[in-house]
T-cell receptor, first 114, second 112 residues
Framework: SAVISQKPSRDICQRGTSLTIQCQVDSQVTMMFWYRQQPGQSLTLIATANQGSEATYESGFVIDKFPISRPNLTFSTLTVSNMSPEDSSIYLC???????????FGPGTRLTVL | DQQVKQNSPSLSVQEGRISILNCDYTNSMFDYFLWYKKYPAEGPTFLISISSIKDKNEDGRFTVFLNKSAKHLSLHIVPSQPGDSAVYFCAASANTGNQFYFGTGTSLTVIP
């Protein structure tokens, strides 16, 4: 399976600021995704990060709030913009490794917005 | 609209006994199912999967059963070990590599 790292692992941010989360994979992958896990809830897909084109957002998520970049097949960033306390969550990137149907997850970024 | 449901938020089992975690889904188009294990402050770790052409898949102490007619799957852990204590998520997908729908998780505690 792919080895996935995320930076930062956690952060505490002030309301109204933005945070960019990085996801790095040790091999080229076709599919990369960004998820959110709010306290006590399941994992919710934010968007699919597409290499070389705009991300595909799920219902309830918009590019202005969660801009995503994917400049190549091993790296992606998710920005949480104009944060509010409701954005406090764990943000996870995941990939589908070549030749499998399984998603593998990064370690997550725990975000607290004050 | 929760398409994948785990109705038991928590489960406690004695070490050495069997742990059974349940998952129900509503979308008959789902054809691939996975279980993930998550420790606090870590990302989910893939555990075991099953495709809809099978009704059982086994990997060591972990077995997943799929009942398509009932839209139900379960994860059996035998024997349970204290290190199995974690939150377990089931997930389902209708297309290879596309969106996965996750349940809300079941917190398993294995008592030594």
């Amino acid at each position: 399976s792919a080895v996935i790292s995320q930076k930062p692992s956690r952060d505490i941010c002030q309301r109204g600021t933005s945070l960019t989360i990085q996801c790095q994979v040790d091999s080229q992958v076709t599919m990369m995704f960004w998820y959110r896990q709010q306290p006590g809830q399941s994992l919710t897909l934010i968007a699919t990060a597409n290499q070389g084109s705009e991300a595909t957002y799920e219902s309830g998520f918009v590019i202005d709030k969660f801009p995503i970049s994917r400049p190549n097949l091993t790296f992606s960033t998710l920005t949480v913009s104009n944060m509010s306390p409701e954005d406090s969550s764990i943000y996870l990137c995941s990939v589908v490794s070549g030749g499998t149907d399984t998603q593998y997850f990064g370690p997550g970024t725990r975000l607290t917005v004050l | 609209d929760q398409q994948v449901k785990q109705n038991s938020p928590s489960l406690s089992v004695q070490e050495g006994r069997i742990s059974i975690l349940n998952c129900d889904y509503t979308n008959s188009m789902f054809d691939y199912f996975l279980w993930y294990k998550k420790y606090p402050a870590e990302g989910p770790t893939f555990l075991i999967s099953i495709s809809s052409i099978k009704d059982k898949n086994e990997d060591g102490r972990f077995t997943v059963f799929l009942n398509k007619s009932a839209k139900h799957l379960s994860l059996h852990i035998v024997p349970s070990q204290p290190g199995d204590s974690a939150v377990y998520f089931c997930a389902a997908s209708a297309n290879t590599g596309n969106q996965f729908y996750f349940g809300t998780g079941t917190s398993l505690t294995v008592i030594p």
